[in-house]
């Protein structure tokens, strides 16, 4: 089957960032017609979003308000109202910028690989500088690293990414500002509703998943462009973060790494980043870098004191967390 522009749905889950979004749909605007639809999952608590909407006045994109904010129930929301033509579901996160011809270099891929299921656009910000001594200590103890023309998974922590890319690539995993799927996937794979509100590292556990289901079925393209400006509104404060962190990656390595690789590569990679944030604050004892340790170490023993609870899906974080 060959797929068109128009086979594609866009799904954009968005809490209180109307701003964000109305940026978002405007660097795609003229290409909105030539889509099947764009669906909009509004789980703010003011009426912004909506008004965005509203001032478009473009009849394909379709506008849903839901009451629990939670990333993972909107992207399954916009999966289970699909339009009957669309054949491809993109999830965009409400902070991108489209570049020119990003939707048919998505469909290019789909229609030239062979077991494709899944194409992610590719994104580096420009002002990033890699350490590379750091960078491969991190490869080194299978922790999260960049990586020229690889997106591989070494350990439910280590999830790599590339620093350059220049060709179309396999990939074990898609990040979640930017992934689209054949509609067929979601017969019998959802998001995983377990991850509430931000929902961290929810797109990394889909990915190994579909990557486990289909091998070889996920890429990265440097051709589709796209720009993720990272906006700061609503996001989760550093302290919850650091639990949430830890927590869904636990979670997630009972579900999806629970082999033996998975559990030995488990175990270096908490070894290695122990190892790094030690050095790291001997090396420059900062207020902010014994603070960043603290919590680090904090946020592992409550893990380790709730392992039972976190395998069964409790993914709950403390309230007070400093």
Same mark, same amino acid.
């Given at each position: 089957?060959?797929?068109?522009?128009?086979?594609?749905?866009?799904?954009? /889950?968005?809490?209180?960032?109307?701003?964000?979004?109305?940026?978002?749909?405007?660097?795609?605007?003229?290409?909105?017609?030539?889509?099947?639809?764009?669906?909009?999952?509004?789980?703010?608590?003011?009426?912004?979003?909506?008004?965005?909407?509203?001032?478009?006045?473009?009849?394909?994109?379709?506008?849903?308000?839901?009451?629990?904010?939670?990333?993972?129930?909107?992207?399954?929301?916009?999966?289970?109202?699909?339009?009957?033509? $669309?054949?491809?579901?993109?999830?965009?996160?409400?902070?991108?910028?489209?570049?020119?011809?990003?939707?048919?270099?998505?469909?290019?891929?789909?229609?030239?690989?062979?077991?494709?299921?899944?194409? &992610?656009?590719?994104?580096?910000?420009?002002?990033?500088?890699?350490?590379? !001594?750091?960078?491969? /200590?991190?490869?080194?103890?299978?922790?999260?690293?960049?990586?020229?023309?690889?997106?591989?998974?070494?350990?439910?922590?280590?999830?790599?990414?590339?620093?350059?890319?220049?060709?179309?690539?396999?990939?074990?995993?898609?990040?979640?500002?930017?992934?689209?799927?054949?509609?067929?996937? !979601?017969?019998?794979?959802?998001?995983?509703?377990?991850?509430?509100?931000?929902?961290?590292?929810?797109?990394?556990?889909? &990915?190994?998943?579909?990557?486990?289901?289909?091998?070889?079925?996920? !890429?990265?393209?440097?051709?589709?462009?796209?720009?993720?400006?990272?906006?700061?509104?609503?996001?989760?404060?550093?302290?919850?973060?650091?639990?949430?962190?830890?927590?869904?990656?636990?979670?997630?390595? $009972?579900?999806?790494?629970?082999?033996?690789?998975?559990?030995?590569?488990?175990?270096?990679?908490?070894?290695?980043?122990?190892?790094?944030?030690?050095? &790291?604050?001997?090396?420059?004892?900062?207020?902010?870098?014994?603070?960043?340790?603290?919590?680090? !170490?904090?946020?592992?023993?409550?893990?380790?004191?709730?392992?039972?609870?976190?395998?069964?899906?409790?993914?709950?974080?403390?309230?007070?967390? &400093?």
């Amino acid at each position: 089957m060959k797929y068109n522009i128009s086979d594609i749905r866009v799904i954009i /889950a968005t809490y209180n960032r109307s701003e964000d979004l109305e940026i978002t749909l405007k660097s795609f605007k003229n290409e909105i017609s030539s889509l099947s639809d764009v669906m909009i999952v509004d789980q703010s608590t003011n009426k912004l979003t909506y008004e965005v909407v509203k001032k478009l006045k473009n009849k394909k994109i379709r506008y849903y308000h839901s009451k629990t904010p939670s990333l993972t129930l909107a992207r399954n929301l916009g999966i289970k109202k699909i339009h009957k033509k $669309s054949k491809i579901l993109l999830f965009l996160d409400d902070d991108v910028s489209l570049g020119k011809n990003y939707f048919s270099k998505l469909i290019e891929v789909f229609n030239f690989n062979k077991g494709c299921v899944g194409v &992610g656009g590719y994104y580096f910000p420009k002002d990033k500088t890699v350490n590379k !001594f750091l960078n491969s /200590a991190r490869k080194l103890f299978f922790i999260e690293h960049w990586d020229k023309n690889s997106a591989k998974t070494f350990s439910v922590y280590g999830a790599g990414y590339p620093s350059k890319l220049t060709k179309v690539i396999n990939s074990s995993w898609l990040p979640g500002f930017n992934m689209a799927f054949k509609k067929e996937v !979601f017969k019998n794979n959802l998001f995983d509703e377990r991850f509430f509100r931000y929902a961290l590292a929810e797109d990394f556990e889909f &990915g190994t998943r579909l990557n486990k289901k289909y091998p070889n079925g996920l !890429f990265i393209t440097p051709y589709a462009p796209i720009i993720h400006r990272v906006s700061t509104a609503e996001r989760m404060p550093t302290p919850k973060l650091a639990y949430m962190n830890h927590v869904n990656h636990f979670y997630i390595q $009972s579900k999806v790494f629970n082999d033996l690789r998975g559990i030995i590569t488990f175990g270096v990679a908490l070894f290695g980043m122990s190892l790094l944030q030690i050095i &790291g604050t001997i090396l420059l004892p900062t207020k902010t870098k014994l603070l960043k340790c603290k919590l680090y !170490f904090k946020a592992l023993a409550y893990c380790f004191k709730r392992l039972h609870l976190i395998r069964r899906g409790n993914l709950e974080i403390p309230l007070k967390t &400093g």
